[in-house]
């Protein structure tokens, strides 16, 4: 496996040249699952419960969105299809790519009631999902969380702080009123597809 700043500097060098395609599919993942939704909820006002309703809702129809956003990137580093329609493939495999994001989103929000560590421990054990529904076209929902939890046996602390090493570029975009997203979720997303293939590969090796 490789340094935090390795990562980084690979991320950086895939992105060479293609900055501007990132961040317009970053533009297009923004603005359809938070734009939308903002717009969607904006007229309730008062209503809280609607307007939760309505967002949480919403956030699910996204998930198979949220899952083409990170596969955009592990086809970016492997020199592979990155135009914008790619952004939807999550919807041609949606009950799989649905229900591994549903179940892991629930299994996270259950470990975050019990006090925030399990939350992120259990966030870092299926942080891999998404890549492996991408790599196994056959794999069960279920069995490609139970892939990534065996994939991260070891590496759980590693990947904690390689994500935590983004968080002053984080603190940076919210200080440019979020517009520094848009290069952000790519050089982090890009960084991430980084860690799978190794991860991948040490597997398999």
């Not at 970053?26 to 699952?33: D, V």
């Not at 019990?114 to 966030?123: E, S």
Request: glycine share 8%; net charge negative.
């Amino acid at each position: 496996m490789d340094s935090n700043q390795g990562y980084k500097n690979r991320a950086l060098a895939s992105l060479e040249g293609k900055w501007s395609t990132a961040a317009i599919a970053a533009l297009i993942y923004f603005a359809l699952s938070e734009g939308i939704s903002y717009v969607a909820t904006a007229p309730m006002g008062d209503n809280l419960t609607i307007s939760y309703g309505t967002q949480g809702f919403w956030e699910l129809l996204c998930l198979p969105l949220g899952w083409g956003f990170a596969i955009f990137f592990l086809n970016l580093i492997r020199n592979e299809d990155i135009n914008y329609e790619r952004l939807f493939d999550g919807y041609k495999d949606f009950v799989r790519v649905f229900l591994a994001g549903f179940l892991c989103v629930m299994a996270i929000a259950i470990g975050f009631v019990f006090f925030i560590v399990p939350g992120i421990i259990l966030a870092l054990m299926f942080s891999q999902t998404e890549y492996i529904l991408k790599d196994d076209k056959q794999i069960s929902a279920a069995d490609a969380m139970a892939k990534s939890m065996k994939m991260m046996n070891g590496h759980k602390a590693e990947l904690f702080w390689l994500m935590l090493s983004f968080i002053g570029w984080f603190l940076l975009s919210i200080l440019t009123l979020g517009i520094g997203f848009l290069l952000l979720a790519p050089y982090f997303s890009t960084t991430m597809a980084h860690y799978y293939e190794d991860l991948k590969a040490e597997q398999q090796g």
